[in-house]
């Protein structure tokens, strides 16, 4: 490689390399869109309509039966 083609690589790959990241903008930006949706979805819930909750039956009884505590099961010997 002569000196012309070194000097047309060089100038083809300055175009390549990425400039600097900036990585605090970066993270600026993930915490910003976090905060935004924390406060939006927190926005949402306190503006929605309650709606009656009711208790159902099958939810009681298994609470019940789980509390029981079960028969004992006979040992073979």
């Not at 070194?6 to 400039?19: A, T, V, W």
């Not at 939006?40 to 309650?50: N, P, R, S």
Request: no cysteine; net charge negative.
């Amino acid at each position: 490689m002569d000196r012309h083609d070194r000097e047309l690589f060089d100038k083809q790959m300055r175009h390549l390399n990425p400039p600097p990241s900036n990585t605090g903008t970066a993270v600026l930006g993930v915490v910003a869109a976090f905060l935004a949706g924390v406060t939006l979805g927190g926005y949402m819930v306190a503006h929605q309509i309650e709606l009656p909750q009711t208790v159902s039956t099958e939810t009681t009884d298994l609470a019940a039966a789980m509390t029981q505590p079960s028969p004992a099961l006979p040992m073979a010997h």
